[in-house]
């Protein structure tokens, strides 16, 4: 049986997952928009960046994230100097880790579905008098929302299966930063194979119906 | 009461020139090949075409002048594409109601006007994906008429439908036409549809108008019709003054005689449109009898003109200040000597009634 350690570690999973998922849809969305939309020169290269996650070693990522948030970088500095403190072992620290280790799975679905729309429902909503913004809200966002939903169990599931990331950057302090991924690993060393049995099969479990979830999303977009 | 619209712009491989003044009322069809710039050509005056150094007036109203570009949704117009783009995540109530909301929603009574109109009534409360080509495209047009516009915009309203779908809106059209005082922009490559619906008649060609004027004059012209193969031919206002019930005829009378058509149950007195193709008509010095053929009209040889095959030839003619054409062979036309001012009867196989 999961106990009390187990517990909490699954409910701060949930909430990292929750946290940096809204984050990610609130700015992820005018992102893929921009790059959906725009011509601009920088989009291939802010596209490369978006996506530098998915190839990148997680301990990589965490490990600069870990330099340049410390006492010595630039916004380790800045926290500091906004008397926020030092984000690394910290809660908001992970949910910043998360939100950049995150940020493709949730971007790219959304940009796909703002590219495949195309221009037209955009001018159609034009010549019945709806202002950019409007149709912004009134016609992109509802017609791409398949592409917000694989993003949103796609964003959400990747937060709660990293594991390098959070391990670099916010260590293994219970109830703080230690997530799942981490309980496993701990029980693991600790020769706690019953514990780990527990974790590690809900997470199997999850995984699948995270894809199951995905795989129903197909037949509504197809109509 | 005109919309003066002048376009310049040059993309690779295709350019715009464009300096157009057309009636402030009725249908004004803008007809060419594909590629010859016409839908280009209304996107520009919807403003969904950003060209610079562009200058467009409507009614008066100035939509693009110089630094001046009022954005598409500030422009009071209507837009029919090409293919009915109604908003799927929406009902065809929905979809009605999106732009007629944003006009201040207005009055039941023009709601249920438009709706009566196009008759999709039994489809308001259906999903979009649910309807036919052509449900689909009446919808459309009542969606942008609930926005009161007050020019509307029609990009190859028909071309996406098979041929039975055409003949399911175009009464629809002809209605709008005959009830809506806005003016109307019609982009086809179908002279069929223009000679149907529009008054005036703009023809493009590699992004430059190579011909503007009422559709009568435009049609009768023979240095255009060469432009329309197979299908030049003129179109006539004309009256219904008699039914014949014995032989399912009606004689519809205009400005240089009478012809004979298929009765289609319209009452005597009212105005119809009568197509003429050039193909149909063959010309005799004298009035022939002992013929199959029942239309016979007097006419004064006005010129002759190209045809798109060598053999052939266009022969304009003025019957009483109404201009016909017909189509020949270049032999034939040598050998009745035809010339301008001389006197010829034009024996007509084929009227169609369109309207």
Not at chain 2, 95 to 109: F, H, I, K, P, W
């Amino acid at each position: 049986m999961p106990d009390s350690a187990d517990l909490a570690a699954i409910r701060l999973t949930l909430e990292l997952a929750t946290v940096t998922t809204l984050l990610l849809l609130l700015f992820g969305t005018p992102l893929a928009w921009w790059l959906a939309r725009t011509h601009s020169r920088w989009k291939r290269t802010v596209g490369a960046l978006v996506a530098l996650p998915l190839v990148l070693p997680p301990t990589v990522l965490g490990f600069y994230l870990l330099i340049t948030m410390g006492p010595e970088g630039p916004i380790g500095r800045l926290t500091q100097a906004l008397g926020l403190g030092l984000l690394p072992f910290t809660f908001p620290g992970l949910v910043l880790a998360s939100f950049l280790y995150s940020l493709p799975f949730v971007v790219q679905p959304i940009q796909n579905a703002f590219e495949t729309m195309g221009h037209r429902p955009l001018e159609v909503a034009a010549t019945l008098r709806a202002s950019p913004l409007d149709t912004f809200f009134t016609v992109a966002i509802p017609l791409a929302r398949p592409g917000f939903l694989s993003a949103a169990i796609l964003g959400f599931a990747h937060t709660v299966g990293e594991f390098g990331v959070v391990l670099m950057m916010g260590g293994n302090i219970p109830g703080v930063t230690r997530v799942v991924s981490v309980q496993i690993y701990s029980h693991v060393e600790a020769m706690e194979y019953s514990h780990a049995h527990w974790l590690s099969g809900g997470m199997v479990v999850f995984a699948f119906v995270v894809l199951l979830a995905l795989q129903s999303q197909r037949p509504a977009r197809r109509s | 009461m005109t919309i003066e619209a002048r376009f310049s712009l040059s993309w690779p491989g295709f350019s715009l020139e464009v300096d157009l003044q057309c009636p402030g009322k009725g249908v004004t069809a803008l007809f060419g090949r594909s590629g010859s710039g016409k839908t280009t050509l209304l996107r520009a005056i919807a403003g969904l075409e950003r060209v610079e150094g562009g200058r467009l007036v409507v009614n008066g109203e100035v939509w693009q002048e110089q630094q001046l570009f009022l954005p598409t949704h500030r422009r009071p117009l209507g837009y029919v594409f090409q293919e009915a783009s109604l908003f799927p995540h929406l009902s065809v109530r929905g979809n009605l109601e999106y732009g007629r909301r944003r006009v201040g929603g207005g009055d039941a009574s023009h709601f249920e006007a438009i709706i009566a109109l196009l008759g999709i009534e039994p489809l308001l409360e259906r999903g979009t994906e649910r309807l036919s080509g052509g449900e689909r495209q009446r919808v459309a047009m009542a969606r942008a008429l609930l926005t009161r516009p007050r020019i509307l915009l029609m990009d190859e309203p028909l071309a996406a439908l098979d041929q039975e779908r055409k003949n399911e809106i175009l009464p629809y059209l002809e209605q709008l036409h005959a009830e809506l005082s806005i003016p109307m922009l019609y982009v086809s490559h179908s002279p069929d549809e223009v000679a149907r619906l529009a008054d005036h008649l703009v023809v493009l060609e590699a992004g430059r108008v190579v011909g503007a004027g009422a559709l009568t004059e435009m049609l009768a012209r023979l240095d255009l019709p060469i432009r329309l193969g197979e299908e030049a031919g003129v179109v006539l206002e004309a009256r219904v003054v008699q039914r014949d019930p014995q032989w399912h005829l009606a004689q519809v009378a205009f400005s240089g005689g009478t012809l004979w058509v298929r009765d289609k149950g319209l009452p005597v007195g009212h105005a119809v449109r009568v197509r003429i193709l050039a193909r149909d008509v063959s010309l005799a010095l004298r009035c022939v009898t002992g013929t199959s053929i029942i239309n016979t009209v007097s006419g004064v040889v006005t010129g002759l003109g190209e045809d798109t095959h060598p053999a052939h030839c266009l022969v304009g003619l003025d019957a009483n200040g109404t201009p016909l054409v017909a189509r020949i062979t270049r032999r034939s036309a040598a050998a009745l000597k035809l010339e301008p001012h001389r006197r010829v009867w034009a024996q007509i196989k084929g009227v169609a009634l369109i309207t």
